[in-house]
């Protein structure tokens, strides 16, 4: 077997005239967590739909767990685990009668898909549910649920896309949970998020996708690094003098954002301490005095806004 | 397992899964019972009078309801494959390894045993309010067999309908055309009382056939009106069965 679990070369997929994918390339390795990180209209759930053989690609070369998606669609199928943005359950059956209901269609029989369905009930906390029709649980409980029966046949490959939207705190330290509890078990998940924090927490590694193509990639720490290392963040006393300080400090004032709402000015710096002096003693000579002074990894946050910044800024004509 | 036994596995499970939403929405399915007993005995007393019929107007109009509630049933089915479609779980379905037809399998299945409870609810009906068959056992079973192919032909139409329509608001749009598609037929008045014209375009449609042949084998006369009836529904499925299933391939378009 290889040691490669997704690859795509060169997808392409239209809806009219809008591209949704738009020459993507990935390699996810076997037994690893895959974060795609997008904003809205990136082509994360288009990815996924392509993946999980529910959407035909246009172009490009697509395997999962060894099989074409498109040629040997079947094949794929009985390899792969899908919770999508929406539930995909039965709303009006209970959650035991839908987990029976999809362990049949995989084909257990019906002993083993009862025996399963209880399994899945016990170990996602839903054991005490009862006949309650999936339609009267909460966001959490669904979630949990669309999660069980994606895992009825213990998947190669598990799509997660955007396993936490529309679910509040609570609910999204379950699913993070039951996520992680996967691992290990040598699943491979290719999840997708908007939430940079989720794919921090999460993924093994991150391809951060827009305009439907990869535009970065790397673990969570190559991609902070990425973009020049550390920052300084200043809070002034006074937000009036945020204008003269950047004038004045040792800093590419290109580089430098401004929030005058928290009186913050933060820009990337490449040597920490010829930094942090310099911009102690240019405060102090100008007599500009800080509230507070931070040097910090750079968040995902940052990561991102930089790298698709950067993307549309090139793609607009000059 | 073969394939044959894994299509036929899968779809007798999506036919429990109907079976299962009946079990849970009882309402519902008396509901749909009670609507064309509703129809019967409103033109049975409100409106009717027998336009232009010889004898007993009960025993013209029962085949008549029959046959119309079997065109209904378009629009039940057209509905019920738009919200599954429309339904995350569809999703589910298609990333699974299961036979690709079985989920429009399972819905045929239970619309043709909703059909069929219908047409039992409706003759008993019938019979309460004096309709009496002059056909024996083996006529008036070989009526339901040939209303039950009409009401398949009306399934797959239906699914057709809602596979092309997509979305729900389109339900309301083929709602209100098979009202009159149903009505321009002989299912209530004869069409010796209408217009020539319009009396020609009735004795075309094919629920038309149907009524009238399940009239005959009610009646316990002889009927030429039985090949038409076996023959409009074929055609029909032979045109819309196909469509609907490339239809469903293609959803991953």
């Known amino acids: ?12 997929k239209k809806y009219g005239e809008k591209k949704a994918l738009d020459g993507l390339d990935l390699t996810v390795a076997r037994g690893t967590v895959h974060g795609i990180l997008g904003p809205n209209g990136a ?11 529910l959407l035909r690609p246009d172009a490009g070369r697509i395997e999962v767990a060894g099989h074409d998606v498109v040629t040997q669609a079947r094949a794929v199928r009985t ?7 929406h539930a995909a359950l039965d709303e009006e059956l209970g959650g035991r009668q839908n987990l029976e209901m999809f362990g049949r269609l995989y084909h257990l029989g019906a002993r083993r898909a009862r025996v399963r369905a209880d399994e899945l009930l016990e170990r996602f906390g839903l054991a005490d549910t009862g006949r309650k029709a999936v339609g009267r649980y909460s966001g959490g409980m669904r979630r949990r649920l ?15 896309d955007e396993p936490t939207t529309g679910l509040d705190p609570r609910g999204r330290a379950e699913v993070w949970s039951a996520v992680r509890s996967l691992v290990g078990g040598g699943t491979t998940v290719l999840l997708t998020t908007q939430y940079l924090e989720e794919a921090d927490q999460l993924a093994d590694r991150i391809s951060v996708v827009d305009a439907g ?33 950047v004038a004045l400090l040792p800093l590419d004032p290109a580089d430098v954002r401004v929030d005058a709402d928290r009186r913050l000015l933060s820009a990337p710096v490449t040597d920490r301490m010829t930094a942090l ?7 102090h000579e100008a007599g500009i005095e800080a509230e507070d002074i931070a040097l910090r990894r750079p968040t995902l946050d940052e990561v991102f806004l930089h790298l698709t910044g950067d993307d549309r800024r090139a793609k607009e004509p000059a | 397992m073969t394939p044959t036994a894994y299509a036929l596995s899968d779809s007798w499970t999506m036919t429990r899964r109907e079976l299962a939403h009946w079990a849970r929405q009882p309402v519902r399915i008396a509901v749909g019972l009670v609507f064309p007993v509703m129809l019967l005995l409103m033109f049975g007393y409100l409106i009717g009078g027998g336009r232009g019929v010889a004898g007993s107007y009960i025993d013209y109009l029962i085949p008549g309801m029959l046959a119309l509630t079997m065109a209904f049933g378009l629009e039940s089915t057209m509905i019920a494959v738009t919200q599954d479609l429309n339904k995350g779980v569809i999703d589910r379905f298609r990333s699974m390894p299961m036979a690709d037809g079985a989920v429009l399998v399972g819905r045929s ?35 339901v067999g040939l209303l039950l192919l009409f009401r398949f032909a009306m399934l797959w139409i239906g699914i057709h309908l809602a596979l092309v329509a997509g979305k729900p608001e389109m339900v309301q749009a083929v709602q209100i055309l098979v009202w009159p598609v149903a009505f321009l037929s002989n299912a209530l008045a004869h069409p010796g009382t209408m ?47 196909p469509l609907a299933v490339r239809r469903f391939g293609r959803l991953s378009k």
Not at chain 1, 6 to 12: M, Q
Not at chain 2, 114 to 121: G, I
Not at chain 2, 131 to 136: A, E, F, H
Request: glycine residues 12%; charged residues 15%; negative net charge.
């Open chain 1, 43 to 53: 082509g994360k759930t288009t990815l996924v739909r392509v993946l999980s053989t």
């Open chain 1, 146 to 160: 669309d999660l069980a029966a994606s895992l009825i046949t213990d998947p190669e490959v598990l799509f997660l």
């Open chain 2, 195 to 241: 217009p020539d014209w319009l009396g020609t375009v009735v004795e075309w449609n094919p629920m038309s056939h149907t009524a009238s042949a399940v009239r005959d084998l009610c009646a316990g006369g002889g009927t030429d009106h039985v090949a038409a009836a076996v023959l409009w529904p074929l055609i029909l499925l032979a045109v819309f069965f």
């Open chain 1, 213 to 245: 193509r990869v535009i970065a990639e790397g673990t969570a720490d190559e991609l902070k690094a990425a973009l020049g290392g550390d920052r300084i963040d200043v809070v002034l006393r006074d937000a009036g003098q945020l204008g003269a300080a």
């Open chain 1, 79 to 85: 390899r792969i685990g899908l919770l999508g943005q």
């Open chain 2, 109 to 143: 299945a239970a619309d043709m045993l909703q059909s069929a409870l219908t047409l039992v609810a409706l003759m008993a009906v019938g019979y309460a309010l004096g309709w009496r068959t002059g056909g024996g056992p083996g006529a008036v079973l070989a009526a």
């Open chain 1, 1 to 12: 077997m290889a040691d490669t679990a997704i690859t795509v070369e060169g997808a392409e």
């Open chain 1, 277 to 283: 002096t310099g911009v102690v003693r240019a405060l």
